[in-house]
């Protein structure tokens, strides 16, 4: 059984930093590009990070440059995200998902992940 959970979410002021982490479990996670996606009330899933599985290459989106880095663990099977310079515009539920054996740009196609986490809640407050 496939298992993705993210934790590491909460409350934090502008400004301020999270990480969230993504444990894995039933699959062999080297084989899984993998990457983050938020989402708010009323509005469809935003990408904002993914990491290929071949060469941990990374992408991320432009309203997350330079603030967020992705990064994976393929010892322990999990996934982070570092959030820097956080911002109220920041609040979302964010997701990690897997992507089996996927490449480069299509990472940015929330369609192209076979898995996903439950989310967790992440509030920036101004």
């Known amino acids: 059984q496939v298992q993705l959970v993210e934790s590491g979410g909460g409350l934090v002021q502008a400004g301020g930093s999270l990480r969230l982490s993504c444990a894995t479990s039933?699959?062999?996670?080297?084989?899984?590009?993998m990457g983050w996606f938020r989402q708010t009330p009323g509005k469809g899933r935003e990408f904002v990070s993914a990491i290929t599985h071949s060469d941990g290459s990374t992408y991320s989106g432009d309203s997350v440059k330079g603030r967020f880095t992705i990064s994976r663990d393929n010892a322990k099977s999990t996934l982070y995200l570092q959030m820097n310079s956080l911002k109220p515009e920041d609040t979302a539920i964010y997701y990690c998902a897997a992507a089996f054996l996927a490449r480069g740009p299509g990472l940015f196609d929330e369609g192209k992940y076979q898995y996903w986490g439950q989310g967790t809640q992440v509030t920036v407050s101004s």
């Open positions: 039933g699959v062999t996670f080297s084989l899984w590009s």
